[in-house]
């Protein structure tokens, strides 16, 4: 049996999908950290779910979608007094998709409603049976009570996905250095880069992997690429992959998710890193989003 555990800790996600006449063709489990977690658990990893969800079909029919993956799902909490937070994602009247064009909203098409609705009721302990596992923690958000489940764990490595601004824009730079830095692994999206880098003061991607002392950052360029930040010898190399083949998007929604994923499993097993490992990772990485975006959902 592996002794590596992939978990994550965060309110449960529904994706609803919309037509460019928003119509609702597909739902499904969704959010950035859950897509990585359904990934590696179909992968064939071990996966353990830590969450919330309210009382409802979207928090059931989110919790299934896991479920069915593979994911242990018994650490996920049913709350009466949310409903379970809605991603609704709006596909454009067209049949070339560029990085941007898919938006993603908390606001209901049909009905502009707010469907962000997060708590502060995540569970906080992990069984007794996880505990003298190597634990890789998966997160996009960063609330306090999430890390407090991190200070939790002791034999963990934690994996941040950095995507969107408005996780991380009302909360102080010290705080988000304190929480970064309890990562080892970073994905950050290009598009928030410029805001990051303001926001923590620094220059550039070398100043952040130096102040955060990570093992591995990884910057997604969408049809560009990723570029890979690692140390050798006490010498930090960058590397720039682009995609030797351009698939073409049905959606491009989870196409980071199903990048990271591929990468985190990668680095669980690694035995360092260095330009071999970073060749095998990209392809790996990158075929695993081209399978994604061929498709409607961020799920395969």
Same mark, same amino acid.
């Given at each position: ?11 449960? /996600?529904?994706?609803? +999908? ?6 609702? +063709? ?54 009466n007094n949310i ?51 190597? +634990? ?20 963990? *490595? ?33 598009? /928030? ?5 303001? *926001? ?35 010498? +930090? ?26 990468? %985190?499993?990668?680095?669980a097993y690694c035995?360092? %890193? ?5 060749? *095998? ?20």
């Amino acid at each position: 049996m592996k002794n590596k555990i992939f978990i994550s800790h965060a309110d449960i /996600i529904l994706d609803k +999908i919309y037509d460019a006449e928003f119509n609702l +063709i597909k739902q499904d489990g969704g959010g950035c950290n859950w897509n990585d977690l359904y990934n590696l658990s179909k992968m064939g990893e071990n996966c353990y779910a830590f969450g919330t969800a309210g009382n409802d079909e979207e928090g059931e029919i989110a919790i299934n979608s896991l479920k069915n993956a593979g994911v242990n799902t018994d650490n996920i909490v049913i709350d009466n007094n949310i409903s379970t937070a809605v991603m609704n994602i709006l596909l454009p009247d067209s049949k070339k998709l560029d990085d941007n064009d898919v938006i993603h909203t908390w606001y209901s098409p049909i009905t502009n409603k707010n469907t962000m609705h997060f708590s502060d009721n995540l569970p906080l302990e992990i069984p007794k049976e996880l505990e003298d596992k190597e +634990i890789y923690i998966i997160l996009d958000k960063f609330e306090n009570i999430n890390y407090e489940f991190i200070q939790k764990i002791n034999n963990k *490595k934690v994996c941040l996905d950095v995507g969107a601004e408005e996780f991380i824009e009302y909360y102080t730079n010290q705080y988000l250095i304190k929480f970064f830095k309890q990562a080892k692994l970073m994905q950050l999206n290009y598009n /928030i880069c410029e805001y990051l880098f303001k *926001k923590l003061k620094i220059k550039n991607e070398i100043e952040l992997f130096k102040l955060l002392n990570l093992d591995l950052l990884v910057i997604t360029k969408g049809k560009k690429g990723a570029e890979f930040i690692y140390q050798k010898n006490n010498k +930090i190399e960058t590397i720039e992959k682009i995609p030797s083949i351009i698939a073409e998007a049905v959606d491009t929604s989870g196409a980071g998710d199903a990048f990271f994923s591929t990468v %985190i499993r990668e680095y669980a097993y690694c035995d360092k %890193i260095d330009k071999e490992f970073i060749d *095998k990772t990209f392809e790996l990485a990158n075929q695993s989003s081209r399978d994604i975006i061929a498709k409607v959902g961020s799920r395969k």
